[in-house]
């Protein structure tokens, strides 16, 4: 599915460095034997738009037998939207949801109330040497949809909106942007887009959006003539126009942002909410095990082991 947001038309004459707020640096952390690099939340910025979480796991080779394991885990308040560049990665969830997800596909779970679910290298990719590459990211459910019933969808890559233009290939994976809309559910003014850049090609952000940012996840770019490598990510002050270009390698990047949701979140560990009461039920919820009436129930195809609850 393709659309024209007419790029040419879109772009700056000047980008202003003053117009970058932030600049991160993600930090490691290890999930399930696997190193990821998290850009959000940091003590700059909690969030962008709704986004409250930003892992960049990978490029990473596994050997023959090897992978990563997150064993199941609770969330609440927040929808999860999985991407991958490189690779393969099984979804299984406590709706009854078993969903292996590849390269240019989206994994959307909303959590609302509370779900469980895990994620792990399947079988087939175990069997020989393979490569896993992408992102993980939270968005944060505005208060009418915190305790709403969990829903799980998966979206292909033919279905979500992409343009190819002057060295640029970019994907609307979720939200709006250009006058292109995903199919992915939105609850809440947002936009997540994949782009690929040529070497020297350069593309303008979104600017009918509250909140921006640019995660590189390859090569490198240049804002307002300062270059920046993979791995940072550049949060935008609100409605200035902004170009972006590659070098002559090219880079791969991502664009995220949106409204500001209605109030502060809470994130603690899985748990995500506007009320600090909320997370304190679902702590309790998750550590009474009560895997059968309980509130959080395990994934019905993956449902020997689970991560107990952090003791923090």
Do not use: C
Not at 132 to 160: M, N
Not at 171 to 194: C, H, K, N
Not at 212 to 227: C, Y
């Amino acid at each position: 599915m393709s659309w024209n947001p007419e790029f040419g038309a879109l772009m700056p004459d000047v980008t202003s460095i003053d117009s970058i707020e932030t600049v991160i640096v993600p930090r490691a952390r290890d999930i399930g034997g696997f190193e990821v690099r998290r850009a959000l939340p940091t003590k700059q910025k909690q969030m962008v738009g709704p986004f409250i979480f930003f892992d960049h796991f990978g490029p990473a080779e596994f050997l023959t037998n090897q992978g990563i394991d997150v064993r199941p885990h609770p969330h609440i308040g927040l929808a999860t939207l999985t991407y991958l560049l490189k690779g393969t990665i099984e979804h299984r969830d406590s709706l009854g949801t078993s969903q292996k997800i590849t390269v240019g596909e989206a994994n959307w779970m909303v959590a609302g109330n509370g779900i469980t679910h895990s994620e792990r290298t399947g079988k087939n990719e175990r069997s020989s040497k393979h490569t896993l590459f992408g992102i993980q990211s939270w968005v944060a459910l505005p208060k009418k949809d915190e305790d709403r019933e969990a829903s799980f969808s998966h979206h292909s890559q033919t279905t979500l909106p992409y343009i190819e233009d002057s060295g640029v290939v970019a994907r609307l994976v979720a939200g709006t942007a250009w006058g292109g809309v995903s199919p992915i559910e939105q609850l809440s003014d947002m936009f997540y887009i994949d782009v690929k850049l040529n070497a020297l090609a350069s593309m303008p952000l979104p600017d009918e959006h509250e909140d921006r940012a640019i995660h590189v996840m390859q090569g490198k770019i240049l804002v307002a003539g300062q270059l920046f490598e993979a791995g940072s990510m550049l949060v935008f002050r609100p409605g200035d126009k902004i170009t972006v270009r590659a070098t002559d390698e090219g880079a791969r990047i991502i664009l995220l942002g949106g409204a500001t949701l209605e109030g502060p979140r809470y994130l603690w560990w899985n748990f995500v909410s506007s009320s600090k009461e909320k997370i304190e039920l679902a702590k309790k919820d998750w550590a009474a095990g009560e895997w059968e009436k309980g509130r959080f129930q395990l994934p019905p195809s993956d449902n020997e082991e689970f991560i107990p609850l952090p003791n923090k």
